[in-house]
T-cell receptor, first 112, second 114 residues
Framework: SQTIHQWPATLVQPVGSPLSLECTVE??????LYWYRQAAGRGLQLLFY??????ISSEVPQNLSASRPQDRQFILSSKKLLLSDSGFYLC???????????FGPGTRLTVT | AQSVAQPEDQVNVAEGNPLTVKCTYS??????LFWYVQYPNRGLQFLLK??????LVKGSYGFEAEFNKSQTSFHLKKPSALVSDSALYFC????????????FGKGTMLLVSP
């Protein structure tokens, strides 16, 4: 069966520091991968998605970036965090020929 | 562009009573619709989907959803609520552009009282 991992689970970082969040999927190949942010108000915002290695689409311009160095690895990064980057970050995957997405456990990021 | 509306921020229901969480959508072409549930500090869990076929879709944990094309609605239902059903529920519609991205509603908090 397929599983999705995210780490770290929680992170507290000062403003201006770098960020790296990692997501990996097991048990499938060539998945579509997604990064979402869920702010305190609960809504989900799609940040990036990827349909293959090195292929990244950005939905919202911001100081975050994403990379997909391997088929089942998706990384969310920032060079300098802002206070507004605080939130709950969720990674998800889907089969290329399917519709439903499956979510990881999330990373709670607090920027201080 | 596609959109999803969940008109209720919160739904309160007593345990054992039926529950309904409302969702309406707007999308060009055939709608692909989904319901997800989120427990505190957890990722979203897939409940059910409507792609085509029967308008009544059955999903996990006894939930079902009714697709109504004329009303552009996809309401989530359960005949008998449990306290453990208390969570945040999201409706979503697939982006018809073809990359399997989803547009989510803002979520509805379901509170089931004992």
């Amino acid at each position: 069966s397929q599983t999705i991992h995210q780490w770290p689970a929680t992170l507290v970082q000062p403003v201006g520091s770098p960020l790296s969040l990692e997501c990996t999927v097991e048990g499938t190949s060539n998945p579509n991968l997604y990064w979402y942010r869920q702010a305190a108000g609960r809504g989900l915002q799609l940040l990036f998605y990827s349909v293959g290695i090195g292929q990244i689409s950005s939905e919202v311009p911001q100081n975050l970036s994403a990379s997909r160095p391997q088929d089942r690895q998706f990384i969310l990064s920032s060079k300098k965090l802002l206070l507004s980057d605080s939130g709950f970050y969720l990674c998800a995957w889907s089969q290329a020929d399917s519709y439903e997405q499956y979510f990881g456990p999330g990373t709670r990021l607090t920027v201080t | 562009a596609q959109s999803v509306a969940q008109p209720e921020d919160q739904v309160n229901v007593a345990e054992g009573n039926p529950l309904t969480v409302k969702c309406t959508y707007s999308v060009s072409g055939n709608p692909y619709l989904f319901w997800y549930v989120q427990y505190p500090n957890r990722g979203l869990q897939f409940l059910l989907k409507y792609i085509t076929g029967d308008n009544l879709v059955k999903g996990s944990y006894g939930f079902e959803a009714e697709f109504n094309k004329s009303q552009t609605s996809f309401h989530l239902k359960k005949p008998s609520a449990l306290v453990s059903d208390s969570a945040l529920y999201f409706c979503a519609v697939r982006d018809p552009s073809g990359y399997s991205t989803l547009t989510f509603g803002k979520g509805t908090m379901l509170l089931v009282s004992p």
